[in-house]
């Protein structure tokens, strides 16, 4: 798993200037949607759900700073059982 993020930091670091404006997207169950809110409380989401009502998407915008708070996020929400990231 470190390997692959390792991988994803340094394609983050090649592909974008520090700060710059990152879109992140996850597919969270419905029954998870409060934990997922809890654990970025700064943070301001768009959300949809899905036809059938059992999953929320969120997007969320923010200025980050280097490849490794962006990965930070994701290793974050990955706690979340059921969670997908896009």
């Given at each position: 798993?470190?390997?692959?993020?390792?991988?994803?930091?340094?394609?983050?670091?090649?592909?974008?200037?520090?700060?710059?404006?990152?879109?992140f997207?996850?597919?969270?169950?419905?029954?998870?949607?409060?934990?997922?809110?809890?654990?970025?409380?700064?943070?301001?989401?768009?959300?949809?759900?899905?036809?059938?009502?059992?999953?929320?998407?969120?997007t969320?915008?923010?200025?980050?700073?280097s490849?490794?708070?962006?990965?930070d996020?994701?290793?974050?929400?990955?706690?979340?059982?059921?969670?997908?990231?896009?």
């Amino acid at each position: 798993m470190e390997e692959s993020f390792d991988a994803f930091k340094e394609k983050l670091d090649n592909e974008h200037n520090w700060p710059t404006t990152y879109m992140f997207k996850f597919v969270v169950p419905v029954l998870k949607e409060s934990e997922f809110r809890a654990l970025f409380p700064a943070f301001t989401f768009e959300t949809k759900h899905s036809k059938t009502g059992k999953y929320i998407s969120f997007t969320m915008k923010r200025e980050m700073h280097s490849s490794d708070e962006i990965v930070d996020i994701y290793l974050r929400a990955k706690e979340i059982d059921g969670l997908i990231a896009l």
